[in-house]
Nanobody, 122 residues
Framework: QVQLVESGGGLVQAGGSLRLSCAAS????????MAWFRQAPVKEREFVSA????????YYADSVKGRFTISRDNAKNTVYLQMNSLKPEDTAVYYC???????????????WGQGTQVTVSS
């Protein structure tokens, strides 16, 4: 299993930017698909973005397409989520997740970080 630790969350005004990082431990990181999910209060956890282990494909939820960019650095065992043009509705706890095969469905991911809070003020 891969251990994951997120960082980079915080409070930002609408229209601002944040970059989340997810540091992974384990020698198999480069063979895992990585994804970001988020969960707002009283809402279910939802998919945000994913990237294949080979970096051949990236996936985004419609709500963040064009504003968020996912990337990874396999040499540093780290995945990033650059978030631009943030909106108040982006406020949530953001979770990093790893899976050998999953891409967009939370049940397919066996490794999760503890989450990092992102708050966007209007």
């Amino acid at each position: 299993q891969v251990q994951l630790v997120e960082s980079g969350g915080g409070l930002v005004q609408a229209g601002g930017s944040l970059r989340l990082s997810c540091a992974a431990s384990g020698r198999t990181f480069s063979r895992h698909n990585m994804a970001w999910f988020r969960q707002a209060p009283v809402k279910e956890r939802e998919f945000v973005s994913a990237i294949r282990w080979s970096e051949s494909s990236r996936y985004y939820a419609d709500s963040v397409k064009g504003r968020f960019t996912i990337s990874r650095d396999n040499a540093k065992n780290t995945v990033y989520l650059q978030m631009n043009s943030l909106k108040p509705e982006d406020t949530a706890v953001y979770y990093c997740a790893a899976s050998a095969y999953g891409l967009t469905r939370a049940p397919d991911f066996g490794s999760w970080g503890q989450g990092t809070q992102v708050t966007v003020s209007s």
